[in-house]
């Protein structure tokens, strides 16, 4: 087995104490990644806190990774020691099923593997980015482009596709109206890239506190959600809304932004049940989804994409032992807009 560093939490109220974990001895086709920065995802917090179900402690969380590979399997071809690499929110799949052969691992029939809190197809509790190293697939590895540095590249791998995917599959482009709901983590990516894209972006965010910041980011508009009036000014002006806020929310409301066959897309992950009137989707041809980050395919396409585009999340690197203060941050919206962990303070007290 191979030794790491890690952060770990022994329990759903923390905190964050140093250990070691085991990583497993390389098969043929695995490559061992050096970690060089992980983000923070409040999908970390829902997780650990036992939110989203039962989880197994200690845990290590970290599902937006980016690094070094430093050793390959014997039968790598897709990887070499020395590139530039990521890992997102899954490290396997069951690569037979008909969403795995069409490129969507994310929505895998028998459930893809998490990279964090879940069994692998070795019997192992799979622990994550909150360590010095990882052991994954090589088809689960995607290649970080030279034009994007290693720090920003991390939160590309959960906030960056969770956003991307979306937008992509419903039509974000030019002479489409997209709202953002939010303007956190996934919020202000998604800001980013319908801008690229060439849509009308719109932020929905509850006060104007962050009106500068969302125009600074590429927002044509921007309101509160606050003030009622928001709602009967632009009823019926969307063609995409997505929702990043992981909180339960009036939907029928937001529902009433769309435009005839508009879609409001859930990719915050609330852990209440959200109400949904039928007659708000009825009434105007609407629908209601939800989107999963992307397959392996996509997220490889989304980086290349930031790169040329020159997109990267705006981020506040931390030590490692600041994890629990930027926990408490994140839960207060005081960060702006994610929080990477730079992995080589990871042995320090």
């Known amino acids: 087995m191979i030794t790491a560093n890690a952060r770990a939490t022994f329990s759903p109220e923390g905190p964050f104490k140093l250990t070691t974990i085991e990583r497993r001895e390389l098969e043929p086709h695995d490559v061992l990644i050096e970690i060089k920065y992980a983000g923070i995802c409040h999908s970390d917090i829902h997780t650990a806190r036992g939110e989203w179900g039962p989880v197994n402690y200690p845990l290590v969380p970290g599902h937006e990774i980016a690094g070094i590979v430093t050793q390959v399997g014997s039968e790598v071809t897709k990887y070499a020691v020395g590139d530039r690499v990521g890992v997102g929110c899954m490290v396997d799949s069951c690569r037979e099923c008909d969403n ?4 969507v691992e994310q929505y895998c029939l028998g459930g893809n593997t998490g990279t964090y809190a879940a069994v692998d197809r070795y019997g192992q509790y799979t622990q994550g980015g909150y360590s010095t190293h990882i052991v994954v697939t090589e088809d689960f590895v995607v290649r970080i482009p030279d034009g994007i540095e290693l720090d920003v590249a991390a939160p590309l ?10 937008l992509r599959h419903w039509g974000a482009a030019p002479g489409k109206k997209v709202a953002v709901v939010g303007l956190g983590g996934l919020g202000h990516m998604a800001v980013k890239l319908a801008h690229a894209m060439g849509a009308e972006v719109t932020v929905l965010s509850q006060t104007l506190k962050k009106k500068e910041d969302s125009l600074w980011l590429g927002a044509d508009h921007y309101y509160a959600t606050s ?12 063609d995409l809304i997505v929702n990043t806020v992981s909180a339960k929310l009036d939907i029928n409301a937001y ?10 897309v859930n990719v915050g992950a609330p852990a209440e049940p959200l109400s949904v009137q039928v007659f708000s989707l009825i009434m105007h041809r609407r629908s209601f989804a939800g989107s999963m980050i992307g397959g392996i395919r996509e ?16 981020i506040e690197v931390i030590s490692a032992n600041q994890i629990d203060e930027a926990w408490e941050r994140v839960l207060a919206s005081d960060v702006r807009y994610r929080f990477v962990i730079d992995i080589s303070t990871m042995a320090s007290e």
Not at 307 to 313: F, Q, S, T, V
């Open 100 to 103: 795995c052969r069409k490129g």
């Open 157 to 166: 791998l959960c906030a960056g596709i969770t956003t991307y995917s979306p």
């Open 227 to 238: 003030d009622s009036e928001t709602f009967k000014k632009l009823a019926g002006s969307f």
């Open 255 to 264: 529902l009433s932004l769309l435009a005839v066959d508009g879609t409001l």
């Open 299 to 314: 997220t490889q396409e989304m980086l290349d994409f930031c790169a040329e585009h020159r997109i990267a999340p705006e």
